[in-house]
């Protein structure tokens, strides 16, 4: 039972992940109709707003303190960040120490900058074109973005810390009744679950309850009425564009503290995402959602060894192979809407 | 001639004899000049030409003829270079033996895969190879160890049964791929003054397989059998309604390029007789994608074209480092010289990758046929300055998907 629970917490964190980038992924397509191959790339961003965040925070200048002394008897030279210098000691290691959280802050703005600019340069173009001209010209862009990155950063994975408030673990088992230290669970993969739980009620409260929202669903259920509505829905979607882009970053810049950054972790979640997507059913955003954490958990339960000793292999194998079942027997998906990319 | 048109006939003979001389035409620098850091003409790089030039071929057969893109070629790749290798192991280092092996292997899981797969068409095609493939790799570097070797890669061993020929050499080293008795190793080395030119066994055993290869490629496109694949693409449901039963084609088009992409596999352990689950991973997928879109997907002699140019600048390309790049700009001002090798270090050695990406989107924006529209499109501009521009034009924007 203990067991049962454990995987199942683990897998709601990498489950979280997917749900987030499927759930941008999904609002992209279901507003432009595009696949976007790129989407995996934007994850990796946001993750690397939060190590930019964290080389801006710590940019030091080196001040000689005499009250320590080296080995050979001189003042010690010690570097000092700046932003101990502007907020003082203590404020100044407590933004450091929280450089993540405050980097979802920062990754906002670029996020729906990178997002809208990218809409509005490239993909505005593709609209008219067969699908697989979009996956291709996205694709393109993720190689190019990966490598700007890989340039600018270097190809090794960059240690992101969580806040020291939330390292270690949180004794899960205990409120559930079970012995001490039977279910233990990290406190940032807790958060980060939280976190996305958020993210995705933001996402759902928007569309559902503001104008904005209101204006967009319709443009996704028929886009030239609204148009000869006299609304400008491209503009509105270019807009959707940018928050699918911050979604994405959001959860990147979350994950940080759980997988150290590096260049191609946007392909590794990409190619899930996709069958996530598919798994959900193309254009259904609750769809997105319900096969992210779906799939999380059952990918989770497949890695518990009495699973692996029964059938060898299956911990790797286990999405893939629900997602062609799916395919092949729910050709919509788990929830997807008619008349969207049915062949 | 063979069955083909004069225009086919002329592209065939063209590429012939461009395999046949490759040694010549790719190093065209004296071997002891600056500019020699951009000969292709040893065996290594060439024999990589030929191999990928056969996987985009067959890659080619599949998407540019009936449009669906498959994101998992390289599944193929991975399970003829294992099959390959495993007949080296059981019965013996004849190529040819591994090469028919790779073929029958991969297009056993051609089959199995493009069945599955090709009840759905568009995305949905693609996120199924894509997972066909990410399986077979994840299954490879995991549980398949036994017959894979995980993340070592299948290699030939000293206890290895080889029946058809000695588990050890009488020296004690391992047997080397041979194609009855000639080494694919062996390269002869011709000197004419300040130029040097390899000729090697293995390149030569790979140039046959292209040409035949690239010699049924024409015949597929300009068969009955091409045209249907070409009436999948351009109007799947039509075809249906015509009461035409489109899987039958589109099965045997898939298992054709897996062929390919066997063959490929097969080839590649016969330089080089060892497989790794890596070959079968989704980015390789996508490189054969790149080639083939870059070339010019649809056309005959595109994905080739892609191909050669994609491997000639990861080879040459990522070669190029700051110090060369200083010795080349050493005339200039100091600043400026600095200033312009800061500007071009990214794109070069190990960023080439983002010099391709660029490229790759530059075509996928501004060229979708790809460098063979790009040639066409020159050609247009050079003859427009003719009377009858405008007959030429019309003629230039049907040939593209040729």
Redesign the interface.
């Known amino acids: 039972m203990e067991t049962l629970i454990i995987q199942l917490l683990n897998g709601l964190d990498k489950g979280s992940a997917y749900a987030l980038i499927a759930l941008g992924l999904t609002l992209i397509f279901g507003t432009l109709g595009v696949v976007n191959f790129a989407h995996g790339a934007l994850f990796m961003i946001g993750a690397f707003c939060a190590v930019t965040l964290n080389r801006i925070l710590t940019l030091s200048h080196t001040v000689i303190d005499d009250t320590q002394k080296d080995f050979l008897g001189n003042p010690l030279k010690v570097e000092v960040p700046y932003v101990n210098g502007i907020f003082g000691e203590a404020a100044g290691n407590f933004i450091i120490d929280w450089t993540v959280p405050l980097a979802i802050l920062f990754a906002i703005p670029i996020m729906v900058a990178v997002g809208v600019i990218m809409e509005r340069g490239l993909i505005r173009h593709f609209y008219k074109r067969p699908h697989a001209d979009q996956i291709l010209v996205t694709f393109g862009l993720a190689i190019v973005l990966q490598e700007i990155i890989k340039a600018f950063y270097g190809a090794n994975p960059i240690p992101t810390p969580a806040p020291d408030a939330f390292k270690g673990s949180f004794d899960f088992g205990v409120l559930l009744g079970f012995d001490p230290f039977t279910v233990i669970y990290p406190y940032w993969r807790l958060i980060y679950f939280v976190f996305s739980m958020i993210i995705i009620g933001a996402v759902f409260a928007f569309l559902q309850f503001t104008t904005f929202g209101m204006v967009v669903r319709a443009g996704m259920a028929d886009r030239e009425t609204v148009g000869l509505l006299g609304i400008n829905i491209d503009k509105r979607f270019t807009i959707m564009f940018g928050i699918a882009a911050a979604v994405a970053g959001l959860a990147g810049v979350m994950y940080a503290p759980i997988n150290s950054p590096n260049y191609h972790m946007g392909m590794d979640f990409l190619v899930l995402s996709f069958v996530v997507v598919v798994v959900g059913g193309m254009g259904s955003l609750p769809g997105a959602v319900l096969a992210g954490f779906l799939l999380g958990i059952l990918q989770s339960f497949a890695s518990m060894s009495v699973v692996i000793e029964t059938i060898p292999g299956i911990n790797q194998v286990v999405i893939y192979l629900v997602a062609i079942i799916i395919l092949l027997t729910r050709p919509r998906g788990l929830m997807g809407r008619k008349g969207v990319m049915e062949d | 001639m063979l069955g083909l048109k004069k225009k086919d006939a002329t592209l065939f003979l063209i590429v012939v004899a461009m395999v046949i001389f490759a040694p010549f035409i790719l190093n065209p620098f004296p071997s002891d000049s600056s500019l020699a850091q951009f000969n292709a003409g040893y065996p290594d790089l060439m024999q990589r030409f030929l191999i990928f030039g056969i996987f985009a071929v067959g890659f080619n057969i599949l998407f540019g003829l009936t449009?669906y893109?498959s994101f998992g070629h390289a599944a193929f790749l991975g399970v003829g270079s294992y099959a390959g290798v495993w007949m080296f192991k059981l019965l013996g280092m004849n190529v040819l033996l591994a090469i028919v092996s790779s073929v029958l292997m991969s297009a056993i899981f051609a089959v199995v895969i493009g069945f599955?797969s090709l009840?759905?068409?568009?995305?949905?095609f693609?996120?199924?190879t894509?997972?066909?493939a990410?399986?077979s790799y994840?299954?490879a570097?995991?549980?398949?160890s036994g017959i894979t070797n995980g993340e070592t890669g299948l290699q030939l061993s000293h206890n290895d049964p080889r029946v058809l020929g000695e588990s050890v050499n009488a020296d004690g080293s391992l047997p080397v791929p041979n194609f009855f008795g000639i080494e694919m190793r062996a390269t002869e080395t011709l000197n004419l003054g300040p130029w040097s030119f390899d000729f090697n066994a293995g390149y030569y055993v790979c140039a046959v397989f292209m040409i035949l290869g690239f010699y049924l490629a024409i015949r597929i496109f300009r068969s009955p059998f091409g045209m249907m694949l070409r009436a999948v693409k351009s109007n799947q449901q039509r075809m249906n309604y015509t009461g035409l039963n489109t899987r039958p084609y589109t099965l045997a088009a898939f298992v054709i390029s897996g062929m390919y992409a066997g063959l490929a596999g097969g080839l590649m352990v016969s330089m080089d007789p060892l497989a790794g689950a890596e070959r079968m991973l989704?980015?390789r997928s996508?490189e054969v994608?790149l080639m083939t879109?870059l070339g010019g997907a649809g056309t005959l002699i595109g994905p080739v074209l892609g191909a050669g140019f994609i491997k000639y600048f990861e080879n040459i390309f990522s070669k190029i480092n700051d110090n060369v790049l200083h010795g080349w700009f050493a005339f200039m001002p100091d600043g400026l010289e600095n200033a312009l090798v800061w500007l071009i270090h990214?794109f070069i050695g190990k960023?080439w990758?983002?010099t391709?990406?660029?490229l790759?989107?530059l075509v996928?924006?501004f060229l979708?046929g790809g460098l063979v529209e790009g040639g066409q499109r020159i050609r247009g501009l050079f003859r427009r300055s003719g009377k009858d521009a405008a007959k030429d034009n019309a003629k230039a924007t049907k040939h593209p998907a040729e």
Not at chain 2, 141 to 144: A, D, G
């Open positions: 449009g893109l599955i009840r759905r068409s568009g995305i949905y693609s996120i199924l894509l997972a066909f990410q399986m994840a299954l570097y995991s549980v398949l989704w980015t996508g994608v879109i990214p960023g990758h983002l391709l990406g660029i790759f989107m996928v924006i979708p």
